[in-house]
């Protein structure tokens, strides 16, 4: 059988940057194995399979697997999915549609080549003090010690859908200079399910427009670095939420990643604060049709 596919560059407006992503559409009759199979012959951080919606209401179900394992969401494949289909359908400046993920509806708004979404879950940060040994982080990341932190912010696991360790880093310079020691990730005293990844960030930046320089890396989904991290920056607005204490009203904050990578990328995270409670958070990026062609399947 033939099935039609993209790939796309996403969190960027510049085709070879960003985030690159496959969307295959046609994909009934495709099984769990053969997805997983299928992302890893394209072997790009996130692979779309694109069906039918289960709601005619909507305009499709997707399932989003990395080269590792299956996703119940994530962002560049939600940006990325939502621009092309607009695309094919010849949607217009602000029109909408509805995404069927594995942890649920998620709504899009298109504009141009750009989409934005409202996260479908309300991060959630642990609290929890958690009994990180500083020294062991900092070797796993190739660091110093006094590398890591920032003023009023500390190390937390940040949740919006797929759980990331969340860790301050505490200058430009450190967070270019991480050299991750994989295997040490494993030996780290955190929560069940999070041994294999985390999600980096500081206050200073390359671009003077910019708030927060990030980075994630998460070897055991296959991704030894993401040059673009959607669902991580959507836990992180309960990091922002916890540490910077953002004032009632709405917030978009600019988050740049992928520049060690020679892949610059760039999420726009919007947060709206009601009495001291984030109300809602949406994520806005880019997206660039680069290829299309024929998966003989």
Not at 44 to 65: H, Y
Not at 78 to 83: L, N, S
């Amino acid at each position: 059988m033939s099935r039609h596919y993209f790939t796309l560059d996403v969190f960027t407006d510049k085709a070879l940057s960003g985030n690159p992503l496959a969307v295959v559409l046609d994909s009934e009759g495709l099984d769990d194995e053969m997805m997983q199979k299928i992302a890893g012959e394209f072997n790009v951080s996130e692979t779309v399979f694109v069906m039918p919606p289960v709601d005619s209401k909507n305009r499709a179900k997707v399932r989003i697997f990395t080269p590792g394992r299956e996703l119940p969401f994530a962002g560049h494949p939600t940006i990325g999915t939502a621009v092309l289909l607009s695309h094919l359908d010849g949607l217009g400046e602000g029109a909408e549609l509805v995404l069927e993920e594995n942890v649920g509806l998620v709504p899009c708004v298109i504009s141009g080549t750009s989409a934005s979404f409202t996260i479908p879950k309300l991060p959630t940060r642990v609290e929890a003090e958690l009994d990180i040994d500083i020294d062991l982080m900092a070797e796993t990341l190739g660091l110093q010690t006094n590398d890591i932190g920032i003023e009023g912010h500390s190390y937390a696991p940040c949740h919006a859908g797929v759980p990331f360790p969340t860790l301050p880093i505490a200058s430009l310079k450190a967070l270019q200079s991480i050299k991750l020691n994989a295997p040490l990730l494993t030996q780290h005293n955190v929560p069940r399910g999070l041994e294999d990844e985390i999600f980096v960030y500081s206050k200073e930046t390359f671009a003077a427009d910019a708030d927060y320089q990030v980075r994630m890396f998460a070897p055991a989904m296959g991704i030894p670095e993401d040059p673009a991290t959607g669902s991580a920056v959507a836990g992180f607005a309960g990091q922002i939420m916890a540490c910077d204490k953002p004032s009632d009203g709405h917030h978009v904050f600019i988050i740049d990643q992928g520049i060690e990578m020679g892949r610059p990328s760039r999420i726009e995270l919007g947060m709206t604060v009601e009495n001291g409670k984030l109300l809602n958070a949406t994520i806005s990026g880019g997206a660039v049709i680069v290829s299309e062609g024929q998966l003989h399947i």
